[in-house]
T-cell receptor
């Protein structure tokens, strides 16, 4: 399967701490995306990083991509209770336009 | 939710009955997708469409069919529902004019229970 795999499956932290989630994949990609899903809702796009980029920022989000290791990380700085959600990485692979989603990391931020 | 609606939002049906889920968009995006989401599996692609009357299978297409007769609507049909098709179904769109083709926008989901 080309599916991305997130690590950890679940993460619980205190408000104000940083949260780091990792994603690994198996085959070459064109780009990698991160999405957030609040309970009972659809996914919301957070950030896209292209295969020729190594790092990207958006507000409190920082995404890194290491194509040699086929891995990416999502860092949420100064987390808030409202960041409580599931986070998914999604990879767009060379030769196709279908996006493959991982199983997600459930983040719980305690106030 | 970026102009995407799904109907119905909830449905309970019996094994063996046909079921059709509807996805409607007002964004004029080219690509439309149907996913199912189950615990521990993330989102798995069922079928997708890259234009009117142009569709293709995804990862878990068995037991499902789709149709797209116009840009706005993408229908997912379970020909004969089974309990293994109990899931939450999401529609997504991408590829709007001036937008990033890979960025997907999701509908609110349909919770389907097959008894």
């Amino acid at each position: 399967s080309q599916q991305g795999e997130e690590d950890p499956q679940a993460l619980s932290i205190q408000e104000g701490e940083n949260a780091t989630m990792n994603c690994s994949y198996k085959t070459s990609i064109n780009n990698l995306q991160w999405y957030r899903q609040n309970s009972g809702r659809g996914l919301v796009h957070l950030i896209l990083i292209r295969s020729n980029e190594r790092e990207k920022h958006s507000g409190r989000l920082r995404v890194t991509l290491d194509t040699s290791k086929k891995s990416s990380s999502l860092l949420i700085t100064a987390s808030r209770a409202a960041d409580t959600a599931s986070y998914f990485c999604a990879t767009d692979h060379t030769g196709g336009f279908k996006t493959i989603f991982g199983a997600g990391t459930r983040l719980f931020v305690k106030a | 939710d970026a102009g995407i609606t799904q109907s119905p939002r909830h449905k309970v049906t019996e094994t063996g009955t046909p079921v059709t889920l509807r996805c409607h968009q007002t964004e004029n995006h080219r690509y439309m997708y149907w996913y199912r989401q189950d615990p521990g599996h993330g989102l798995r692609l069922i079928h997708y469409s890259y234009g009117v009357k142009d569709t293709d299978k995804g990862e878990v297409s068995d037991g499902y069919s789709v149709s797209r007769s116009k840009t706005e609507d993408f229908l997912l049909t379970l020909e004969s529902a089974t309990s293994s098709q109990t899931s939450v179904y999401f529609c997504a769109i991408s590829g709007g004019a001036g937008g990033k083709s890979n960025e997907q926008y999701f509908g609110p989901g349909t919770r389907l229970t097959v008894t």
